[in-house]
């Protein structure tokens, strides 16, 4: 009995052991690992956004559609066979009247005889294959889609641009409020310790209730702006993995800083001389526009030219009093067509000239525009320039006040330990301080900002 009893406590052991081990390798197996963050410097961040976002994977349809446009409409003055096979059941067939003297001579004037002619079961195979020889309309379309192909692969080049500059402007936007988030989070720190520090002095004895609640006040409305900031960057990262084309629950890092990507900007006044108005992205299609305009006057016009088309019909036909279309030894009736077909505008009315006049002056609308973009681009140079110097003459400005606004914290907060300066001071020099170093993150991001507009402009983005 004791042998049963100790062999089932084993037995148990051994269950367990097993559960156990059995349960350490299914539970590992069985929950998701989390997703590793992807990090991206700017650089690697515009160009994952070009393969990845929804406009530009878009505009890369759009180019693919165009070359199977082309295709199309080559294909429509190409040989085209078309074949059809009909069955026709006369239920009844119909009866046709003659003349009864035509079967019988002595019949009377006005007499007739009711024939049916044909058989009940009809079957006809028709193939029918023809080519265009001439015609204006095909081939100005020919060339039409080679320059609609061009327009959409430079609205592709467009897209790629705008998506390079939205998501370092949006990169920018994260970096500035990861930087707010960084000076409020250490000047939270070093606030609370000065508060603990005063409290434990007011404690002692040495100073006034009114020194501690002023800052715990401004303790409170740091922990405020702190937690909207916090706010602030999410929802900036949010839109980061928008633009980029990135799933909004894949976790993502940026590699560069405010400070890094400072540093690695040319500060130096790009050379407008090297700007060339004929290879700006804006300015191309806007010529390819023209020459879209140009051939849709070209296609009106050639609607005045005729179209020659020609055509072979090779049909069989074959006629069955029973349905035995299938069967060996039935007549099948041969016909053959070779033919050729002109076809000349004569008269519309005076609708053709009026197309053929709204296609020039849409050409002309066009032309119009185009000395607009023209005007208009040399117009955003010399802004963006103006731009570039007067945010770089900030940034200088705004480093310098920062750092003047640190100096001042830093003697205010000696002068408060050693009792020469008020928590109110104390908290003054502090938000001027926190004011100073936001406002230099801004002129920095203003800066990179401006500097991305101006490279813009010059077609270098």
Known sequence: MRLQRRSEGNMKKIAMVLAVWFFSWILPLGAEEPAAALAFSLLQAQEYAVRQSTETRNSRIDVAMARKKIWETTASGLPQVNAALSYRDNLKIPTTLIPARFIDPDAGEGEFIGLKFGTQHNATLDVTASQLVFNGSYIVALQASKVYLRLAENQQEKKEIDVRETVANTYHLVLLAEKNREILRSSLGNLRRTWQETDAMHRAGFLELTAVDQLQLAVSDLENTLATTERQVETAYRLLKLQMGVDPDRPVELSDTLASLLAAMDAGLPDAGGFELARHIDFRVMETQERSMAMLLKREKAEYLPTVTAFFSLSQSAMRDRFNFFS????????????????????????????????????????????QVADSLKLALAQARSDFVAALERERNTAQMAALAQRIFDDTHVKFSQGLAGSLELTQAHNQYLNAESGHSQAVVQLLDSRLRLDKALNRL
Request: glycine share 10%.
């Open 328 to 371: 060996k030894g039935g007549d099948w009736y041969p016909a053959t067509i070779l033919g050729l077909s002109l076809s000349l505008p004569v008269f519309t009315s005076g609708s053709r000239p009026a197309r053929v006049a709204q296609a020039r002056l849409e050409l002309e609308k066009t032309q119009n525009l185009k000395r």
